[in-house]
């Protein structure tokens, strides 16, 4: 039974990760009919890697990668202030500014730019109940990776504002400060995703 799934794909002697899903409730294996109750955007795959070589969606090994947990727990926490009973074949959608794992970002900045086309996930054409970004401040290196998360089919985008303090109910632009989930205090955002987990139930 495991938490957080994937698809891993190799690319010359790169490692891509594709559709990947943070289950709230522990599963043995996903299938078609698993709930999609939101979605993050960070920066690139880190350091958690494939549990073993399947095709298809697989289990992640975390590997020190922090930002899975993390964003499972504060969306839990959320369920519990909503008084909302938590979907049991629910998860979150992972999506990233590019799909390359590397946990040291400039290293997959370097690496991801020698693709002549960009290399993006299917289920970025989804449509979600709401959208959190979460890549963090502006960046010369990211800021071009950004402007495609405009097509993404959702009614509520947000982020936590760094240089304001506070919730911002729009997708990022690439200047702003999407906070990320390191050092972010969860009460910040709990209320806020307890008012759209709450929504999307009505």
């Not at 559709?19 to 690139?44: F, H, M, Q, S």
């Not at 969606?57 to 959320?78: A, C, E, F, H, M």
């Not at 299917?122 to 990211?142: I, M, Q, R, T």
């Amino acid at each position: 039974m495991q938490y957080y799934w994937a698809k891993f794909e190799k690319k010359g002697s790169d490692i891509f990760r594709f559709d990947t899903r943070i289950y709230l409730n522990p599963i043995e294996t996903p299938n078609e009919n698993d709930v999609c109750v939101g979605a993050i955007v960070g920066k690139n795959p880190g350091s958690a890697k494939a549990l073993n070589n399947n095709v298809g969606l697989q289990p992640i090994l975390l590997d020190g990668d922090k930002l899975l947990p993390t964003v499972r727990n504060i969306i839990l926490k959320s369920y519990a202030n909503a008084a909302i009973l938590v979907p049991e074949r629910g998860y979150i959608q992972v999506l990233n500014l590019f799909y390359l794992c590397e946990p040291i970002l400039s290293k997959a900045i370097l690496s991801v730019k020698k693709y002549t086309t960009s290399i993006v996930c299917d289920s970025e054409k989804k449509s979600f109940p709401w959208v959190w970004y979460v890549w963090g401040s502006e960046s010369e290196s990211l800021n071009p990776f950004k402007g495609r998360f405009t097509n993404l089919l959702t009614n509520h985008h947000f982020y936590y504002d760094k240089a304001n303090a506070c919730i911002v109910q729009k997708m990022a632009s690439p200047n702003a400060f999407a906070k990320h989930t390191q050092g972010l205090k969860h009460e910040m955002v709990v209320p806020h995703l307890s008012t759209l987990l709450d929504l999307h139930e009505r």
